[in-house]
């Protein structure tokens, strides 16, 4: 079955929502956000975790729900993967989608503020626990991919005092969020210190928006003086992975920071941010992820359904066409992007990456 087909047959989920504890008022704000869970579908992972962690409090009965995973054929590594999530969201959230999530699911249960502090560090460097082995999906082609990046932002950042800096920049379904997850977690397995961002939680709040372009949506101003700047020389490396939470429609300035140690790196991932005048000098690396039109124009149409107003496939590839298409086309072009970055992958298969330059 299609990653698309299995999107739009909610029904079977719904038992896996009352099955975990959903209170039935909810049900229609959680179903829709499982079905991608069950293909491996990498965008819904982190918006699965949040909905029932925010909607079954004190956290969703994995075990009475453990029949119909079985009937709908989950495997004991995906059951793993959805309890370590969980029980990770609130104690050591380490994704973009994480750190939203974990202030949005604490303010929902109404936590004290101390609970926010957490073990990877929230004003504080914390201990850590480096990953040691590639998981067990990451594919060969993946893995010798994320030595050659790694070691090259390494070797870049020799001579440069601070965190490295690790820009990730491509088309909308490119592939940028998962390239950047990876290469966080390879730091991560070589025992360093590593923190996530994504442009995506530095919007500008929709009613502010000057223009409708797609890079009018981001506030660069902020990923530089709450992201970026701070991990620069001098700079007290105290920072926000957001500025902007979309969900709850609020501002996220007033967060406690993240410290990022010395050695540490910031991989951050957005649209058109390699070339951005208030972000392009300050990247040790700069990588540009690519994919043909059609291959991102159907990842976008599985992804967004999951907050779109109209999820139907040809409202989402209309969209895609008229919206996005364009504005990313001209900005890869104007810009020269694929000519200024170090490091150019084409991710047209994610099996098989190539690293072309």
Same mark, same amino acid.
């Given at each position: 079955?299609?990653?698309?087909?299995?999107?739009?047959?909610?029904?079977?989920?719904?038992?896996?929502?009352?099955?975990?504890?959903?209170?039935?008022?909810?049900?229609?704000?959680?179903?829709?956000?499982?079905?991608?869970?069950?293909?491996?579908?990498?965008?819904?992972?982190?918006?699965?975790?949040?909905?029932?962690?925010?909607?079954?409090?004190?956290?969703?009965?994995?075990?009475?729900?453990?029949?119909?995973?079985?009937?709908?054929?989950?495997?004991?590594?995906?059951?793993?993967?959805?309890?370590?999530?969980?029980?990770?969201?609130?104690?050591?959230?380490?994704?973009?989608?994480?750190?939203?999530?974990?202030?949005?699911?604490?303010?929902?249960?109404?936590?004290?503020?101390?609970?926010?502090?957490?073990?990877?560090?929230?004003?504080?460097?914390?201990?850590?626990?480096?990953?040691?082995?590639?998981?067990?999906?990451?594919?060969?082609?993946?893995?010798?991919?994320?030595?050659?990046?790694?070691?090259?932002?390494?070797?870049?950042?020799? +001579?440069?005092?601070?965190?490295?800096?690790?820009?990730?920049?491509?088309?909308?379904?490119?592939?940028?969020?998962?390239?950047?997850?990876?290469?966080?977690?390879?730091?991560?397995?070589?025992?360093?210190?590593?923190?996530?961002?994504?442009? +995506?939680?530095?919007?500008?709040?929709?009613?502010?928006?000057?223009?409708?372009?797609?890079?009018?949506?981001?506030?660069?101003?902020?990923?530089?003086?709450?992201?970026?700047?701070?991990?620069?020389?001098?700079?007290?490396?105290?920072?926000?992975?957001?500025?902007?939470?979309g969900w709850t429609q609020r501002d996220l300035l007033d967060r406690p920071r993240l410290a990022v140690p010395e050695d540490g790196v910031a991989v951050v991932d957005g649209v058109m941010i390699t070339t951005a005048p208030e972000l392009r000098d300050l990247w040790t690396l700069r990588i540009w992820v690519s994919a043909g039109a059609d291959t991102r124009r159907e990842r976008m149409v599985v992804?967004?359904?999951?907050?779109?107003? +109209?999820?139907?496939?040809?409202?989402?590839?209309?969209?895609?066409?008229?919206?996005?298409?364009?504005?990313?086309?001209?900005?890869?072009?104007?810009?020269?992007?694929?000519?200024?970055?170090?490091?150019?992958?084409?991710?047209?298969?994610?099996?098989?990456?190539?690293?072309?330059?």
């Amino acid at each position: 079955m299609s990653l698309l087909t299995e999107r739009h047959s909610v029904t079977p989920y719904r038992d896996i929502a009352v099955a975990a504890g959903v209170p039935a008022d909810d049900l229609d704000r959680v179903i829709g956000l499982l079905p991608l869970m069950v293909t491996g579908f990498e965008a819904s992972r982190h918006d699965l975790l949040w909905a029932l962690a925010c909607l079954c409090p004190p956290g969703p009965d994995l075990a009475a729900a453990r029949p119909t995973l079985d009937r709908l054929g989950w495997t004991d590594a995906e059951r793993d993967e959805l309890a370590a999530g969980l029980d990770r969201l609130l104690d050591d959230p380490r994704y973009p989608e994480e750190w939203v999530a974990h202030d949005t699911v604490a303010a929902a249960r109404r936590l004290s503020g101390v609970r926010w502090i957490t073990p990877r560090g929230l004003r504080t460097q914390g201990d850590l626990e480096p990953l040691t082995d590639p998981p067990a999906g990451l594919l060969p082609g993946r893995v010798g991919l994320l030595t050659e990046l790694a070691d090259r932002a390494i070797a870049r950042g020799r +001579d440069q005092p601070g965190p490295l800096l690790i820009a990730v920049d491509g088309g909308t379904g490119a592939g940028k969020s998962t390239l950047a997850d990876e290469i966080a977690d390879e730091f991560r397995r070589r025992g360093t210190w590593a923190v996530r961002a994504c442009v +995506d939680f530095f919007k500008v709040p929709p009613e502010l928006r000057q223009a409708g372009g797609v890079g009018d949506m981001f506030d660069r101003a902020a990923v530089r003086r709450e992201l970026l700047e701070p991990l620069l020389p001098g700079g007290d490396r105290l920072v926000r992975t957001a500025s902007w939470d979309g969900w709850t429609q609020r501002d996220l300035l007033d967060r406690p920071r993240l410290a990022v140690p010395e050695d540490g790196v910031a991989v951050v991932d957005g649209v058109m941010i390699t070339t951005a005048p208030e972000l392009r000098d300050l990247w040790t690396l700069r990588i540009w992820v690519s994919a043909g039109a059609d291959t991102r124009r159907e990842r976008m149409v599985v992804r967004d359904a999951l907050w779109s107003d +109209d999820p139907s496939p040809e409202a989402l590839r209309k969209r895609f066409d008229s919206r996005f298409k364009p504005d990313e086309e001209k900005y890869r072009i104007e810009s020269g992007v694929e000519s200024v970055v170090d490091a150019v992958v084409d991710n047209d298969d994610p099996a098989r990456p190539v690293l072309l330059r």
